[in-house]
Structures are given as C-alpha cells and as structure tokens.
C-alpha cells in the first residue's frame, strides 16, 4: 500500500507540473514570429545585399561562440540567397560601400535547456532566437522586419550548425515573403 502511495504520488507531480507534453520530436522546433515586409516591391527589385554578422543583445553573452554563431547565420542566409537566382546580389566586406541593401540583426537569444523525454530521460535542446532588418542604404528606409527562432535536440546539433540552419530558413522565408521561388 505503501508503494502505490508513493508511486500515486509521484504520478500527480509529473502530471500536475506537465512533464507529460515535453515530448520532443526527432525534428526541428521553428518558430513562425513576425515577418513585416514593408516594401516587398522594392524588395523584388533586388540589389547589392550587404549582410552584417549578427551582434549579441544585452541578454546574450557576446564570446567567440556568438561571433562563430553569427558568421554561420549569415553564411545560412547568403547561400540561400544566392542559389535561388534571385535579384540579390551578395556583397563581401571588400566591396560593402558599393551596397543598396543592408542586412542587419541581433541574436536575442542562446540558450540550452533540459527537457523531459519519455518520462526519465532528460534531453538538452539549443534554441536560438534572432531579429533582424532590412533598410535600404541611401535613404535608410526599412524595407522588411523578421523575427525568427529554431530549437533542436543537442545531441543531433551544436550551436553553429543551428546558426546555419536558421540562416537558410531565414533566406527562404525572405524570399517566400516577397514572393519568389527557394531553391
């Protein structure tokens, strides 16, 4: 009797605290925020994209990693763009004063939480979070605003494969939002 109390117990614990829907699935957690795209027209029109590495917010620690993290995000984004033969044409630091259109952001978010799987098991997931901004150069006018996060189970990535992987998102839902085609 003893036992069942115990275990009785314990039960009520984990299903009053919600353990029981911390399941995770083999894939990837993206989530859908905000994308404003104020001027796609202008955005369809393409030009010379310069995109600056990603800057770490005030609740992000700014390290090496986040530097590392940051380059991935932008390599995610250029490749995307740059295979979908669209209007952008990606610009390097060389020749960044040529540029029409800048890129900019800030992740908002690192973190590595521990979620319950199958009841026992605890299992580590990397989130990253990210907002970003499109202005034109000349007249400084933003031409679109996008907040984007992804999270993944740790023993399948690390925070620099997940940068990359949320750069490409974030190049194919660019060009999802202004209406052109992904590769």
């Known amino acids: 009797m003893e036992n069942f109390l115990w275990w009785g117990t314990l039960m009520a614990c ?3 605290s919600g353990c029981h829907g911390a399941r995770l ?3 990837s957690t993206v989530a859908q925020q905000p994308c404003k795209i104020v001027d796609a027209e202008r955005l ?3 030009g010379k994209l310069l995109i600056i590495p990603f800057s770490a917010n005030a609740q992000v620690e700014a390290t090496t990693q986040s530097e590392q993290i940051s380059l991935m995000i932008v ?9 979908s033969g669209g209007p952008f044409e990606i610009l390097s630091a060389d020749n960044a004063s040529a540029a029409q259109l800048l890129l900019q952001g800030h992740i908002e978010e690192k973190s590595e939480k521990s979620q319950v799987k199958e009841w026992i098991h605890f299992e580590n997931v990397l989130k990253l979070a990210v907002s970003l901004e499109i202005r034109e150069t000349a007249s400084q006018r933003r031409l679109a ?16 494969s997940l940068g990359y992987r949320l750069g490409k ?15």
Do not use: C, H
């Not at 390599?75 to 295979?83: F, H, R, S, Y």
């Not at 605003?145 to 620099?160: G, H, I, Q, R, W």
């Not at 998102?169 to 590769?183: C, K, V, W």
């Open 75 to 83: 390599k995610g984004i250029a490749e995307t763009l740059k295979k």
């Open 169 to 183: 998102q974030i190049g194919q839902r660019l060009l999802t939002e202004i209406q052109l085609p992904a590769s």
């Open 145 to 160: 605003v996008m907040v984007y996060s992804l999270s993944e189970p740790s023993p399948k990535k690390d925070f620099l």
């Open 44 to 46: 369809r029109q393409g």
């Open 25 to 27: 699935t083999e894939s």
């Open 14 to 16: 984990l299903l009053a």
